[in-house]
Structures are given as structure tokens and as C-alpha cells.
Nanobody
Framework: QVQLVESGGGLVQAGGSLRLSCAAS????????MGWYRQAPGKQRELVAS???????NYADSVKGRFTISRDNGKLTVFLQMNSLRPENTAVYSC?????????WGKGTLVTVSL
């Protein structure tokens, strides 16, 4: 099993920044990608950004140029730097890890962006 511990959510004003972190532990061998998803009230969960162990990144169109995903392979930690936040970015952000065809999820951290 893989355990994921997220941190960094909170309340921020529109235009502000937050940095999310997610540390993986447990059976971490074979992890091939890490990423962040979010679910806003009344909406489906959606991919925000992901990064492979090799460093290839993928972003939702709505966050390109504002959010940056990075990782520390040595510590198996993934970060999401979120700049120029908007009220519509308010959601529960969850860390995801893909390993041997299985997905593992963190409990989620709430990001609230106020006007």
C-alpha cells in the first residue's frame, strides 16, 4: 500500500498563491506518476496536473501558466505551486499516485479562494 500525506491548503485571496505538498510512503517502489486532482462543489473530480518519474508534466488547460507541478524523487514528494489563484479554483485538492496500474489517493486538502 501507498500512503499519501498532503499539506498546504487553506484560504487565500484571489490573485494569491499557495503551495501544496504530498509525500508518499509505504510500498513506493514502482510509482510511475504523481499528480493532483481537484473536486469543486457539485462538480466531478478533474485532473489539475501530473508528473511522471521521468519528469514529463501534464496540466489542465485552465491552470497552464499559473500552476507548476514538481517532484522530489528522492523523497517521493510532489508539489503544486499555484499562483494567480481565482475563486473558481476553490476545491478539495487530492494527491494521486499511479503504481503498477493502481491509483492511490490522499485524503485531500481544501483550497478556498476568496474575492
Amino acid at each position: 500500500q501507498v500512503q499519501l500525506v498532503e499539506s498546504g491548503g487553506g484560504l487565500v485571496q484571489a490573485g494569491g498563491s499557495l503551495r501544496l505538498s504530498c509525500a508518499a510512503s509505504g510500498s513506493i517502489g514502482g510509482i510511475n506518476s504523481m499528480g493532483w486532482y481537484r473536486q469543486a462543489p457539485g462538480k466531478q473530480r478533474e485532473l489539475v496536473a501530473s508528473i511522471t518519474i521521468g519528469g514529463m508534466t501534464n496540466y489542465a488547460d485552465s491552470v497552464k501558466g499559473r500552476f507548476t507541478i514538481s517532484r522530489d524523487n528522492g523523497k517521493l514528494t510532489v508539489f503544486l505551486q499555484m499562483n494567480s489563484l481565482r475563486p473558481e479554483n476553490t476545491a478539495v485538492y487530492s494527491c494521486n499516485v499511479a503504481r503498477f496500474g493502481m491509483n492511490y489517493w490522499g485524503k485531500g486538502t481544501l483550497v478556498t479562494v476568496s474575492l
